[in-house]
């Protein structure tokens, strides 16, 4: 009887510790099977322990948040969507102009998918998951994905988690979305790399993300030519969307998955006309006395536009034959954009050192690309989460500002909300995969450089780096 009472005691005790630890986010009750359990601000972390709260809490968005039917990620864990256009800025008030959509509850979204499936690798790499348990959430990803709505092999950005079926983005955008396509097989290709071993289930998996692989026609959007790559197409509208895909922005890696398809490439041609001769690609000008090479935005654009790319793609020793180093690229934005922030300019409460990051999120106005052009004194966390690998002195003092200072606002069952404005006493109550993703592989690739290693050792990624003119350190020749 006394062994039965301390055990009833210490499983009693275990209980209250997680509602204590977590009473400050009540959504946490009805956790599902194979979860991962919340936790609440913990004190007095060492660096390596808080690292690991973070990416795992944060990647319960993709396991214990994913659409139950297909496995995918939900676009939001809210209905509603603010769009956001580039030409988002008014002259006549220098506000930006929104257009709002609400999405249901069955909306995924296909890169947001890509990003869940990098973060499932980063869980099974560090124990949080069973590798056959991953592995069984993948193939249900992969079985739902090679039934759901596709165009020329590329998939749209929105699709209902139920049905498969496109959930339109606009009027004209209710077909492919070549960007967000290019995410998702980021995503799989990565975990074809890591599921390498030689059960049926792998094997399975495998011969699936091949199927999908094969038939993506990437050339498709060049319509024929090779003057420019079209982010859109449409069965009803063809490419009336007309949004061509040049840089400085978050879109290298479509070009370098456009490049790498081993059946529907494009050109280098292509890219250097699309993507290079932009006049929005290259800058070469100073600020703060940081170099930006790439991108029109004065002070950089949002910080996303060196994060998504690179999730994959390991800027550390990336060179092309423009003489453009991807290193210096990644952290002298990243730089400039904290720098930014201290000097703070429209004078916002709570910017400094320990709390910097401007990009795209929620904000009290909706879903904005926050930058020093459009400032509205919201600060993302993924933005400087998502930043560790360029810049982990930082990076490391805005996680602790963020969670130890802030987490009784902003620290949830996902981990951090999607942004806060101290200005306005506001504070998000939402999560959006495409910024919960990039946390947990970022982190990682700081850490360990998992996701990197297996990314940029793929055969054919290699192929299509190579391909425009790329050079790395991971290649066993650069001839």
């Known amino acids: 009887m006394t062994n039965i009472f301390c055990r009833i005691v210490i499983i009693a005790i ?4 997680n509602l204590i630890s977590f009473a400050q986010n009540p ?6 099977h194979n979860s991962i359990t919340p936790v609440g601000v913990i004190k007095n972390l060492s660096d390596s322990a808080l690292l690991d709260v973070v990416q795992k809490q944060t990647f319960r968005y993709f396991w214990n948040f994913a659409h139950p039917v297909s496995g995918l990620a939900r676009e939001r864990d809210n209905t509603v969507k603010a769009e956001y256009y580039w030409d988002y800025i008014n002259e006549a008030n220098d506000e930006p102009n929104f257009s709002k959509g609400t999405f249901g509850p069955e909306a995924c979204a296909t890169g947001g998918t890509g990003f869940g499936i ?6 099974v790499n560090r124990g949080w998951i069973g590798r056959d348990t991953a592995l069984k959430r993948l193939v249900k990803i992969v079985d739902f994905l ?3 709505d596709c165009f020329h092999g590329i998939y ?17 955008d209710d077909g492919a979305d070549l960007v967000e396509t290019s995410y998702l097989f980021m995503g799989l290709l990565t975990a074809k790399e890591y599921f390498n071993g030689n ?8 011969n699936r993300v091949d199927q999908m692989w094969s038939v993506a026609d990437w050339n498709w959007h060049s319509k024929g030519g090779n003057k420019l790559l079209y982010w859109h197409w449409s069965p009803a509208n063809d490419f009336d969307m007309n949004f061509p895909i040049y840089g400085w922005d978050e879109c290298l890696i479509t070009y370098i998955m456009s490049a790498s398809s081993p059946y529907h490439s494009i050109s280098k041609e292509l890219y250097e006309n699309s993507w290079v001769k932009n006049a929005s690609w290259l800058n070469g000008k100073s600020y703060y006395g940081i170099k930006l090479p790439l991108g029109n935005f004065e002070k950089g654009g949002p910080l996303f536009f060196e994060q998504y790319t690179f999730m994959g793609i390991d800027p550390n020793g990336l060179k092309d034959d423009h003489e453009i180093d991807y ?5 002298n934005h990243t730089l400039i954009n904290r720098a930014y922030c201290i000097e703070n300019p429209k004078k916002y409460k709570g910017y400094g050192e320990n709390c910097w990051g401007l990009t795209a999120g929620d904000s009290y106005k909706g879903y904005v690309a926050h930058c020093p052009d459009v400032d509205l004194g919201v600060i993302q966390p993924t933005a400087a989460l998502s930043s560790f690998p360029y810049t982990p002195e930082y990076s490391i003092q805005a996680l602790k500002h963020f969670y130890y200072d802030l987490g009784n606002k902003i620290w949830s069952e996902y981990g951090f909300s999607d942004g806060f404005s101290e200005t306005k006493n506001w504070y998000a109550k939402t999560h959006l995969a495409i910024d919960e993703g990039p946390i947990v592989v970022m982190i990682e690739n700081y850490r360990s450089g998992l996701i990197w290693k297996l990314f940029m050792n793929i055969p054919e990624v290699q192929n299509g780096l190579k391909k425009l003119g790329f050079t790395s350190s991971y290649f066993k020749s650069n001839k």
């Open 146 to 148: 090679i039934k759901a």
């Open 199 to 206: 059960t049926p289930l792998e094997k399975y998996f495998r």
């Open 27 to 32: 959504k946490s009750k009805n956790v599902p």
């Open 118 to 123: 990098l973060s499932t690798i980063v869980a």
């Open 14 to 17: 275990a209980i209250a510790f």
């Open 156 to 172: 749209p950005h929105f699709m209902n988690g139920v049905t498969g079926k496109t959930i339109p983005f606009g009027r004209l």
């Open 327 to 331: 290193a210096e690229q990644t952290r």
